[in-house]
């Protein structure tokens, strides 16, 4: 499973300071020791919350300018607004990245998929649409069926679709937990091919330990068939977690990752 280091989040109140101050070295050091744990991507996501779409622009320009002087590691690129989404591939100037992310909302996946197809980069498709995100797992299935026939009229190829069946806090709602892991198994089963991914900390949200919670969701989430997850790379509970479900469904040949990470 690959793992999306989150860090990089400036709807987190020390992270949009450091995006707000053009805090290099800050940057810098989170990108690096994120990329040192493992994480296979890195998300950026600089939108403050406050500002206009050009702020989101000339801020998604310097973080991944800055990022990639001294990061090899592929850059996930976050943004709701598919003109900050360009901007941040045009930054990348042809190297790895993952497009975070579009909706099956018509004018979003008409602006967001030809980026994919121009740009050669997979894409994160979520399982909501211009109402919201659906509560029930047909409806989010829906979702993703129309992101994928948007895709296919685009040429945009299924391998090379994250689609993300969304988590909500189950403080808020007993039951979304399972919508969520039902969703991932379904999208599995109607939709092969696609690969999936999902932000797994929001599952915890207002309750106390959530690590626990976390780690509990990750195994299900991979037993359904988890590809990728947008966490913490340096919670090494929930990387613990990545060893102990990948060896338990048999993705880790002889158990060597699991001996190797249980060794050190
Ligand atoms: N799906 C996709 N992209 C996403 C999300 C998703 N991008 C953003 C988000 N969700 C995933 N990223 C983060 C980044 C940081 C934190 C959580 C998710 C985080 N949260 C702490 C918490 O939950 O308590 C701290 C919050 C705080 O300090 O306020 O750090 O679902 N495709």
Redesign the pocket.
Known sequence: MIIIG??I?AS?AGIKLIVQQRDRASLLELAKTQAAAGAGFI?V?VGTGVGSRDDEIVSIQWAIETIQEEVETPLCI?SADPAVLEAGLKARHGRPSLI??TKAKEKNLEQVVPLARRYNTPL?G?AMDEVGIPKTVGDRLRACENIAAACEKHGVSLETLYF?P??IPISTDIKQGLVTLMTLAEIKKQLPGAKT???L??VS?GLPGRTRLNVAFLHMAIYAGLDAA?M?PLDEALVGAVKTAEALVGKDRHCRRYTRAFRD
């Open positions: 989150e860090k989040n987190l998300d996501n976050d975070n992310s994160i979520l993300d969304l988590v991914v999902m932000g900390s929001n949200y947008i913490d």
